[in-house]
């Protein structure tokens, strides 16, 4: 099992940057595909962003169009999603995820483990 903690949510203008990383518990971090997903007020959670185990294929939400890359550093156990150029529909509690899926994968079943989600505001 592995715990997971995001941070770096918060308040930025429209326009504006952020980074969101998602620390996990266990140095088998490596042996997770890992997603980042969000969920705005009265709307279903949803896919935006994952990585394959090694970094190496990466896979987008349609909406990110060149604006979040996602990234991991397996020494450090850290899961990234930088933000560019946010917009007010962009507000939502982003949450990280773990899948023992075996391949990359946007299907919100394939993830085994969660973490408690961090708050993205974009103001206008």
């Given at each position: 099992q592995v715990q997971l903690v995001e941070s770096g949510g918060g308040l930025v203008q429209a326009g504006g940057s952020l980074r969101l990383s998602c620390a996990a518990s266990r140095r088998a971090f490596s042996s997770y595909v890992m997603?980042?997903?969000r969920q705005?007020?009265?709307k279903e959670r949803g896919f935006v962003a994952a990585i394959s185990r090694n970094g190496g294929?990466?896979?987008n939400a349609d909406f990110v169009k060149g604006r979040f890359t996602v990234s991991r550093d397996n020494?450090?156990?850290t899961l990234?999603?930088?933000m560019i150029s946010l917009k007010p529909e962009d507000t939502a509690v982003y949450y990280c995820a773990?899948?023992?899926y075996p391949s990359i994968t946007s299907s919100r079943d394939d993830?085994?483990?969660w973490g408690q989600g961090t708050?993205?505001?974009v103001s206008s």
């Open positions: 997603g980042w997903f705005a007020p009265g294929r990466k896979f020494a450090k156990n990234y999603l930088e773990a899948s023992e993830y085994d483990y708050q993205v505001t």
